[in-house]
């Protein structure tokens, strides 16, 4: 992974101004280049404008809320989200998932906790300095689709390609590096955010959904992710 540079333009969207201002002070003490706000408005035209390659975004905003503002980011733009959200808003987090969101955090976290989450995010959607050696090794084929893990890129039987949200890609590949063997929702949880989840918690089944529409596999008959009823997922397809 290389290391963090002020190119790597962060935007942090927070009402609050005491956490905006604490995590701005962070990130730029990690050498990233940091801008930030307390809304919305015009949010996607200043990523675009300001080439930002990761939104910090507080679901709870004055005026357009986070989930508003991420429909419309990924609308327009392949920026990296990551929701910052209330303890108990697991149904807003499974709709930021729904919507296109790569990740999300609950409050109270550390800023540490954070900065790995964005680092590994900004890993993946900015484009990396390339070896074609190295970029080879992270081709995963199978049944004429293509996984390239170091852009998060999936690419079609028809060549056409589209890049994952990160919980999409991580739980693509979790799924395909174990080919043939059920996988836990817990497991797949692990794989995907790397923290203590509920029973309840559905961010599973929704990003499964995604993954089979994206791979036009139908839900009633799939033919690449399968479900064990009561046990969890299991990727079936052939890997070249």
Same mark, same amino acid.
């Given at each position: 992974?290389? =290391?963090?540079?002020? &190119?790597?333009?962060?935007?942090?969207?927070?009402?609050? !101004? =005491?956490?905006?201002?604490?995590?701005? /002070?962070? !990130?730029?003490?990690?050498?990233?280049?940091? /801008?930030?706000? %307390?809304?919305?408005?015009?949010?996607? &035209?200043r990523v675009l404008d300001e080439r930002i390659d990761l939104v910090l975004l507080d679901i709870n905003l004055?005026?357009? %809320?986070?989930?508003t503002l991420t429909r419309e980011l990924r609308a327009h733009s392949k920026v990296g989200i990551i929701l910052v959200t209330s303890k108990g808003d697991e149904i807003d987090r499974i709709v930021g998932l729904e919507l296109g969101a790569d990740d999300y955090v609950t409050k109270p976290f550390t800023p540490r906790e954070l900065l790995v989450r964005a680092k590994n995010l900004i890993w993946r959607v900015t484009d990396q300095p390339g070896k074609a050696e190295t970029r080879e090794k992270h081709l995963i084929q199978f049944e004429g689709w293509t996984l390239d893990c170091s852009k998060r890129l999936l690419e079609s039987p028809e060549a056409v390609s589209e890049r994952l949200p990160e919980g999409e890609f991580k739980l693509l590949?979790?799924?395909? /590096?174990?080919?043939g063997q059920v996988l836990s929702r817990d497991q797949l949880m692990d794989a995907i955010h790397d923290r203590e989840w509920n029973p309840n918690d559905r961010s599973v089944d929704v990003l499964v959904g995604r993954l089979r529409r994206k791979?036009? %596999?139908?839900?009633?008959?799939?033919?690449?992710?399968?479900?064990?009823?009561? =046990?969890?997922?299991?990727?079936?397809?052939?890997i070249d």
């Amino acid at each position: 992974m290389t =290391a963090p540079t002020e &190119q790597t333009h962060i935007l942090i969207v927070e009402d609050d !101004f =005491a956490s905006r201002s604490l995590l701005v /002070s962070y !990130f730029e003490n990690e050498g990233y280049r940091v /801008s930030e706000t %307390d809304h919305g408005e015009s949010l996607v &035209q200043r990523v675009l404008d300001e080439r930002i390659d990761l939104v910090l975004l507080d679901i709870n905003l004055p005026g357009k %809320d986070g989930l508003t503002l991420t429909r419309e980011l990924r609308a327009h733009s392949k920026v990296g989200i990551i929701l910052v959200t209330s303890k108990g808003d697991e149904i807003d987090r499974i709709v930021g998932l729904e919507l296109g969101a790569d990740d999300y955090v609950t409050k109270p976290f550390t800023p540490r906790e954070l900065l790995v989450r964005a680092k590994n995010l900004i890993w993946r959607v900015t484009d990396q300095p390339g070896k074609a050696e190295t970029r080879e090794k992270h081709l995963i084929q199978f049944e004429g689709w293509t996984l390239d893990c170091s852009k998060r890129l999936l690419e079609s039987p028809e060549a056409v390609s589209e890049r994952l949200p990160e919980g999409e890609f991580k739980l693509l590949n979790a799924l395909i /590096s174990r080919r043939g063997q059920v996988l836990s929702r817990d497991q797949l949880m692990d794989a995907i955010h790397d923290r203590e989840w509920n029973p309840n918690d559905r961010s599973v089944d929704v990003l499964v959904g995604r993954l089979r529409r994206k791979l036009n %596999d139908n839900p009633l008959d799939p033919h690449f992710i399968l479900t064990a009823h009561g =046990a969890g997922y299991m990727f079936a397809g052939e890997i070249d």
